[in-house]
């Protein structure tokens, strides 16, 4: 079951650069998408949402974008710094549809930010 | 900052015996959920958790699971007779009024 993709299992970026993680998904009907930082022996740390309704939204240096026509999301982090390093979880939920709130993850793409 | 807290942080159990996996949500939250993950997979859904009763659980989630609220803080996860194959991390998480769900950091459960 590969509802929420995210092909890229590592990144690696330099201190102060953009750093660009990917997450696609297939099942329409998910409308609230969210991104989670999980470091080692840690629970998953939430870092942003967006609702379907919106293309944008943007939390200090996190930003996050949706294309709800490509069915694909993006994570943006810049300036990228050293303690960005962790791996970067996609999930998605069905709010409206029958009241799901069950967040679907994706496999998870490890950033490391070189200094 | 509130945090959702789990213990024990490591179980270690043999096969068949009962476990009770602890998480104290955050104090306003009245949204409960478990999640697991296996080694090398995904975070997966178990089980949701509002008003005192299951508002939602997954094919994972059978007669071995069961969840409970027993008083106003703890939030627990029972397996009835553990599997191998339940060796996992298993995460807590709560919800406010917002959608966004927050996460306790896991206990691991080594069944052998």
């Known amino acids: 079951d590969q509802q929420v993709k995210q092909n890229s299992p590592s990144l690696s970026v330099q201190e102060g650069r953009i750093s660009i993680l990917n997450c696609d998904y297939t099942?329409?009907?998910?409308?609230?998408f969210l991104w989670y930082k999980k470091y080692p022996a840690e629970g998953p740390t939430f870092l942003i949402s967006?609702?379907?309704?919106?293309d944008k939204n943007e939390d200090g240096r996190f930003t996050v974008f949706l294309n709800k026509s490509a069915k694909h999301l993006s994570l943006h982090i810049v300036p990228s710094q050293p303690g960005d390093s962790a791996v970067y979880f996609c999930?998605?939920?069905?709010?409206?549809?029958?009241?799901?709130?069950?967040?679907?993850f994706g496999k998870g793409t490890k950033l490391t930010v070189n200094p | 900052e509130p945090e959702v807290t789990q213990t024990p942080s490591h179980q270690v159990t043999q096969m068949g015996q009962e476990v009770i996996l602890r998480c104290v949500p955050i104090?306003?939250?009245?949204?409960f959920y478990w999640y697991r993950q296996i080694l090398g997979q995904k975070v997966e859904f178990l089980v949701s958790?509002?008003?005192?009763?299951?508002?939602?659980k997954s094919e994972i989630f059978d007669d071995q699971f069961s969840v409970e609220r027993p008083d106003g803080s703890n939030f627990t996860l029972k397996i009835r007779s553990t599997k191998l194959e339940d060796s996992a991390m298993y995460f807590c998480?709560?919800?406010?009024?917002?959608?966004?769900?927050?996460f306790g950091p896991g206990t691991r459960l080594t069944v052998t």
């Open positions: 967006i609702s379907s309704i919106k």
């Open positions: 104090s306003n939250h009245l949204y």
């Open positions: 099942n329409s009907m998910f409308d609230y």
């Open positions: 999930a998605a939920s069905a709010r409206n549809q029958g009241g799901s709130e069950k967040l679907v």
């Open positions: 998480a709560s919800r406010g009024p917002g959608w966004e769900q927050y």
């Open positions: 958790f509002y008003n005192n009763e299951i508002s939602e």
